[in-house]
């Protein structure tokens, strides 16, 4: 059984916040979270930083993002696609 499986990698959509960095950005999670007490939803929001190689992603565009090995202390992700460019 020399099979090749490959393994399933972890995709988020994210907003890009800042791109004022060279082949670094960060972005933004959004997600809805429910209060306990009063059953409200509240918008809770997560900041990643990703390794984008070619700079080709700019603030407010919509990116696909994978997890990856570590490449700094701060970056375990790798910019996968642009999915939607920013409205201007």
Known sequence: MSEVTEKKQRKIRCVV????MSKSRVGVVERLVREKVTKKYIKKSTRLMFHD??????????????QTRPIS????????????AAKK
């Open 17 to 20: 916040a800042s791109d004022k």
């Open 53 to 66: 190689e070619t700079n080709q992603s700019k603030a407010g565009d919509l990116v696909l993002i994978v």
């Open 73 to 84: 202390a701060k970056k375990s992700f790798t910019l996968h696609s642009v999915l939607e």
